[in-house]
């Protein structure tokens, strides 16, 4: 970003000069010309991968030298038969001996792990709290469904699925070399469909290109196949699709920055890693015809994902422009005004004193005040936190740092890394230093202290700075973290020497760039270079333990814009810093797809755009849309109009009613698919997940532009301006339009019509049960009772003669306790199993059935049915037909319940019974006879 246009069109006139001053550091920093297009240009590295050339170096000169096999492994070395001792660069030694180690562990899964002989590089521990393998009984090797085998010389891998002769993984006939800085090899892919290698924004389906994976703060960037356009996450995995139509998965745990390069050809597809030096360690997941299937495994792997405290589900408001604490309240009471419900608010660092993380503003944001506001609006806080620390000796977190010594380390001085964050010249936190939880632990009580907050942002954790690599300051003035403290000729950063060691940099741009020095030492004498991408994960798993020892939390909140894999186990996400546009509301969904595949179900992006001022029309169908995010949250940067939904106009005023009330009405319902799925698998999802043998599903309007909650809920959004209509598809199925019972019958193609301030259209599958709400009135989760409805899509089973329809409901009295859903939920399972059924020989009953899995469970006074809304019933009616309903209770007795309205549609198949107020029993039915 400008800074220059930041400073002169930023809104808070009354912003301190201090804050002023911060900003300005940037331009103290650097001697830029009016044409720059970006402030620090003149300092970043000019090192580029157009001269990068492999040389003379063979295509693979290793070959197998010892070989041990059994039923459950292989074990072999390998040896470098090449002349050449190094690999383009002098330092990047070329590994001479290589042991391969292959580990049969289940039926379908296995890894493989290449290292240099003797080697005492740091790898990511296969321990807690990273991704890590249980101990696993191995089975005998006939029963796998893989088959693993090498070539000799030179070395080759080649993975196959037995019972189809699939390949799925082989590196013949491509470059393999491993050296100290650079790696490379490429394997085949049955398909061109291929899922994954994230961060980015963009379509879910990797076309042809180079995709690029380190942790990086980008605005505003979308993914083209080009390298550099990654954003905050590291998640090198695949899913694929066979030729047989199956799924499997491959990750590469690593924790190293690297490129990946998908070619397609017409009978070959082909991936192209090169990686900056480590290993190679292979994680093989294969699956099944249904991607849910391997994702889960994969998931389970990862030791699954957080589920998040119910009045997350709600929606959420942040933004930076906030002049003080009345006005945060206007905010909250305008919403109030207009029926908007709204749960939580999250606050940015214009709340601090200075930009200065763990502070507020006292002038602006008394602690105490704040607090009042926001318990007196019975709103929950989100509180933010970045990564750097402040360099102030009056500055308590960075006393305490010094204190406890966790500040990473500069490879040149040995002294405490310097760089420029918001707050002005700032320290980092050695992630991996003893002290560092303890350190995190005190700031966050001190912050919890002063407003007690119910969750935590996390931002700037990639890490992020406004520089490339560290100041090369000689002496530190911690009196003053400014950067008018010091002598222009002494503020230049300056990048890291382990640049000059490595032949190719993947992204073709500088690794440090606003970030800190690839070699910059953690604690244990590990690299920047080796733990970049894992530093917001620690930092997540860190707060998480914090968060939950509050008052005993069981469902902590912590969102991180930073991830690795296995971040989902400590937290969640959001996409980070979008634009208000068109085409970023669209990348929106591959985007939550690409983190349901990665592990982080739980994740939104912002709702409206957070870079730019949006439009009236943009906003509405991002209110429309993000309603239906897992998390639907607000955020906006400080130098755009403000991005409150009031501020639009009464259209999207209208529409932003609409869609939260829709929202709110299925949030029980959506909770539960979180609940359900107890950690693994995931909950947005593409099309393909649930109709993979239907070729028209891997089109990409449809790919990328529809999904589906669940495996039962369809979505058809809007998602082009100027327009009330779409183009969507309806795979082979039977779906009703949820709230009205409109009947499409697929496959097919149809004109979707959604004109604004609507709902979202909204389909429910035949053959399901979604449990739904009054909310009318409603504005916070607190607010909402026990009663309920139920919309029934039934399925007609010709071969067993009825229709049927399943679904779920859960057991549980209040969601928004923390501890009554973990215990019935988590700790046992609150799940009730909701099933509806009409057989041809009495098309006039209806019977619908619930029954706990687990005996154990608890129904009563939980559930209040109070209404029944049937699709598909195949059955004769009129506008004079009555309907009698008896319910079965577990021990045998009938009530009779009195019918407070009955709605029929002749022509619709569509019956809505409204009956007395009815608590459900497990193993209870009710049943519905029309006369």
């Known amino acids: 970003t400008d800074i220059r246009v930041q400073i002169i069109i930023m ?271 292979l994680r093989f997941f294969l699956g099944t015809n249904k991607p849910e299937r391997v994702i889960r495994n994969y998931h389970a792997y990862l030791r699954g994902w957080l589920e998040p405290p119910f009045w997350a589900m709600g929606f959420q408001q942040g933004g930076w422009g906030y002049k003080n604490v009345q006005a945060i309240k206007e905010v909250i009471q305008k919403y109030d005004e207009l029926q908007i419900p709204i749960d939580g608010f999250w606050t940015s660092r214009d709340v601090m004193n200075r930009n200065v993380d763990f502070t507020f503003d006292r002038m602006r944001f008394s602690s105490g005040d704040l607090n009042d506001v926001l318990r007196s609006e019975s ?155 894992f530093v917001g994960f620690m930092q997540t798993y860190i707060a998480h333990e914090f968060t939950k020892n509050i008052e005993n939390v069981n469902f902590p909140l912590v969102f991180s814009r930073s991830t690795a894999y296995g971040s989902g186990r400590w937290g969640f996400h959001w996409t980070g810093s979008n634009s208000a546009t068109w085409e970023s509301m669209r990348d929106s969904i591959p985007s939550i797809f690409s983190f349901n595949l990665f592990g982080i179900p739980f994740t939104g992006a912002n709702i409206c755009g957070y870079a730019r001022n949006s439009t009236s029309e943009l906003c509405a169908r991002w209110i429309q849309l993000g309603s239906l995010y897992p998390v639907a949250k607000i955020d906006n940067i400080f130098n755009a109009e403000s991005k409150e939904l009031y501020n639009f106009g009464d259209l999207v005023v209208q529409t932003a009613q609409e869609a939260l009330r829709m929202r709110y009405s299925l949030l029980k319902y959506y909770y539960s698919l979180f609940i359900q799925s107890n950690g693994t698998g995931t909950i947005f999802r593409p099309l393909f997940f649930e109709f993979p043998d239907d070729p028209v599903v891997y089109e990409d309007k449809v790919m990328n532009e529809q999904f589906l909650l669940g495996k039962d809920l369809m979505v058809t959004p809007i998602l082009h301006p100027g327009t009330n209509s779409t183009r969507a598809y309806f795979p082979a199925s039977v779906w009703y339009r949820l709230y009205t019972g409109e009947a499409i019958y697929g496959p097919c193609w149809q004109d979707v019509v959604n004109e604004l301030p609507e709902r979202i259209h909204l389909y429910i599958k035949e053959g399901s049960i979604v449990q739904t709400q009054n909310v009318i009135g409603i504005t916070r989760t607190w607010e909402m009772n026990q009663k309920y409805g139920l919309v029934i899509a039934l399925h007609e089973n010709s071969e067993l003669d009825k229709q049927f329809a399943q679904g779920h409901i859960l057991a549980v009295s209040d969601h928004l306790s923390d501890e009554g859903v973990y215990d019935n939920c988590i700790l046992s399972d609150c799940q009730v199993n909701v099933y509806a059924e009409v057989t041809k020989a009495d098309q006039q009953l209806f019977r619908l059935q619930f029954q706990s899995l687990d005996p154990r469970t608890k129904f009563n006074k939980h559930f209040n049915l109070k209404k029944i809304t049937i699709y598909g019933w195949e059955t004769n009616v009129s506008d004079q037909t009555q309907a009698e309903v008896n319910y079965h209770s577990a021990d045998g007795t009938v009530q009779t319940l009195k019918v407070k309205h009955l709605l029929t549609f002749p022509n619709e198949r569509k019956i809505k019974v409204h009956i007395e107020d009815l608590f459900i029993e497990s193993s209870s039915f009710i049943e519905v006879r029309l006369v």
């Not at 009196?479 to 073709?508: D, F, R, T, W």
């Open 379 to 533: 709103l929950q806080f989100v509180s933010n936190v970045n990564f750097g620390i402040s360099i102030d000796e009056n500055y308590y977190a960075y006393k305490l740092g010094k204190k406890r010594n966790v500040f990473l380390k500069s490879s040149e001085t040995g002294k405490p890394l310097v760089g420029v964050t918001w707050q002005g010249l700032s320290n980092f936190v050695d992630i991996l230093h003893p002290n560092a939880t303890k350190y995190y632990f005190e700031l966050f009580e001190q912050l919890f202290q002063k407003v007690p907050y119910h969750g935590i942002w996390l931002s700037d954790n990639e890490p992020s700075q406004l520089i490339d690599g560290e100041l090369g300051l000689d002496e530190l003035d911690t009196s003053c973290a400014a950067a008018h403290c010091y002598k222009q000729e002494n503020l230049k950063p300056k990048s890291s020497s382990m640049v000059n060691k490595i032949p190719y940099i993947p992204g073709n741009n500088p690794l440090d760039e606003r970030t800190l020095s690839i070699d910059a030492v953690h604690y244990g004498n590990i690299t920047e270079l080796e733990f970049h991408n």
């Open 11 to 281: 809104r808070d006139k009354s912003v301190q000069l201090s804050k002023i001053i911060t900003v300005l550091a940037l331009v103290w920093l650097t001697q830029a010309s009016e044409n720059d297009d970006l402030l620090l240009q003149s300092f970043r590295t000019k090192q580029r991968n157009q001269d990068f050339s492999r040389g003379a170096i063979p295509v693979n000169a290793y070959v197998v030298k010892k070989a041990r096999e059994s039923d459950s492994h292989i074990d072999l070395l390998v040896e470098y038969k090449g002349a050449e001792s190094n690999f383009v660069k002098p330092e990047n030694l070329i590994y001479k001996e290589l042991s391969v180690n292959i580990q049969f562990l289940t039926r379908r899964e296995f890894f493989v792990k290449i290292n240099q002989v003797g080697s005492r590089k740091w790898e990511l521990p296969e321990r807690f709290p990273f991704p890590n393998d249980e101990e696993i009984s191995y089975q005998r090797y006939a029963d796998f469904e893989y088959e693993v085998t090498y070539t000799k010389e030179p070395f080759t891998l080649k993975v196959t699925r037995k019972g189809f002769n699939e390949v799925l993984f082989d590196t013949s006939d491509a470059y393999f070399i491993m050296s100290e800085y650079y790696i490379e090899f490429s394997t085949t892919v049955p398909t061109k469909d291929i899922f994954g290698f994230g961060e980015r924004a963009g379509k879910f389906r990797l076309d042809q290109g180079t995709y690029t994976l380190w942790n990086k703060d980008q605005m505003e960037v979308r993914e083209n196949g080009t390298p550099g356009n990654q954003l905050y996450g590291y998640h090198p995995m695949y899913l694929f699709k066979e030729t047989n139509g199956k799924f499997s998965i491959v990750l590469l745990r690593s924790t190293r920055p690297m490129d990946v390069t998908i070619k397609h050809n017409d009978n070959n597809n082909t991936i192209t890693i090169q990686k900056v030096g480590g290993g190679i360690h």
